[in-house]
């Protein structure tokens, strides 16, 4: 690790150029394009396995001689990050708003339900592992509600450590790739149909990129349903950064989170919530969905061969055996929750 140089020391002439700013993500980008061209192919010819998994699967498999060059790191974070917040928004050119409410109020009791387990068991398994609890508090949020953004969003809130910070977004990484994987497989065993599988994936898988892989190789309509279910599970972030707060007195819930609390609602949830609205109003002609869902797919791609460069393996083994049982048996809750909810529901 390099040292950083005293602010005295460093240089203070002009910023880069924008041109030369926006270049620094062309050697990842290209990266990230390169292996989702690949994978579209390899989806094609194995539609049950899928564009988007497929590029994730090659790109965890470069991971290790990419992490290398860090010239690509800038691009692969964009490709990773603004790539899918972009196809988020341009799924929503499908949906009209009557289907956005509707699907996000009938989802509230299957996504509260697996919220509420998942946060009862990562405070009672947790302590009894021995799992510090901060930790246990961002590996709960993390399963429970977004991934890495929730993560993200809460770590200020409790001021957790670097170590427990890392450590919670390596064990999440972990079983995101799993439920990829192991999912869509899951759902055809069990006869999910599309609405079903939707709200399983939505619920049930913690990243927004994970979900939409996932729900993607299982079928259009799962996709559209999913997004739906985990852009409201997200908003579930607010709540819970508020509560947390006001359980930690660490972030001044009377002023200072209120005051903040809609900075922690994504842009791309709002983007897709106002394309949807465009659609509704007739807007966007029916002959433009194919060509947008389309393009929406092959960034999602995209976005999942970046996430695949960007693993960190070693970041996994550095987390240990108990975080990583925690996540494991969070995952199967969460799981098991979610597709007994459904099924006690008819």
């Known amino acids: ?3 950083t140089a005293p602010a005295a020391e460093r240089p203070t002439g002009p910023p880069l150029p924008r041109w030369r700013s926006a270049a620094t993500v062309v050697p990842g980008l290209v990266a990230a394009l390169g292996i989702a061209t690949i994978a579209t192919v390899i989806g094609r010819t194995v539609p049950v396995l899928g564009g988007p998994v497929a590029g994730l699967v090659i790109g965890a498999l470069l991971s290790g001689s990419v992490q290398r060059r860090t010239a690509l790191t800038p691009g692969i974070r964009f490709a990773g990050a603004t790539l899918l917040q972009v196809a988020v928004v341009l799924l929503g050119s499908a949906l009209s708003l009557r289907q956005v409410a509707h699907v996000g109020a009938s989802s509230l009791p299957v996504m509260l339900g697996t919220l509420t387990v998942c946060l009862s068991l990562a405070f009672l398994l947790g302590r009894r592992l021995g799992i510090g609890r901060d930790l246990r508090t961002l590996i709960g949020v ?31 990484f972990l079983f995101n790739i799993a439920a990829v994987l192991a999912f ?4 055809h065993l069990l006869g999910l149909d599309q609405q079903s599988f939707g709200l399983f994936a939505g619920t ?4 927004t990129s994970s979900v939409i892989a996932a729900a993607t190789t299982y079928g259009t309509d799962a996709s559209n349903y999913a997004v739906v279910v985990k852009l409201t599970r997200s908003l579930m972030i607010i709540p819970i950064c508020l509560t947390l707060a006001a359980l930690t007195n660490r972030g001044g819930v ?3 989170w209120w005051r903040r609390a809609v900075r922690l609602v994504p842009w791309f949830l709002v983007g897709f919530v106002v394309v949807a609205a465009i659609n509704s109003a007739g807007l966007i002609p029916a002959v433009a969905h194919a060509p947008l869902r389309t393009a929406s797919t092959f960034l999602i791609t995209v976005a999942l061969s970046a996430l695949g460069l960007g693993t960190d393996l070693g970041g996994v083994r550095r987390a240990g055996l ?10 199967v809750a969460v799981t098991a929750t979610s597709l007994g909810l459904q099924w006690a529901a008819g």
């Open 322 to 331: 108990r975080p990583l049982l925690l996540g494991f048996l969070l995952w």
């Open 184 to 187: 869509p497989p899951l759902g």
């Open 1 to 3: 690790m390099t040292a």
């Open 204 to 207: 049930a898988v913690n990243d």
């Open 254 to 256: 009377g002023g200072l």
């Open 142 to 172: 993390g399963t429970g509600i977004c991934g890495a953004s929730a993560i993200a969003a809460v770590s200020p809130v409790i001021r957790a450590r670097n170590p427990d910070i890392a450590y919670a977004i390596s064990t999440i």
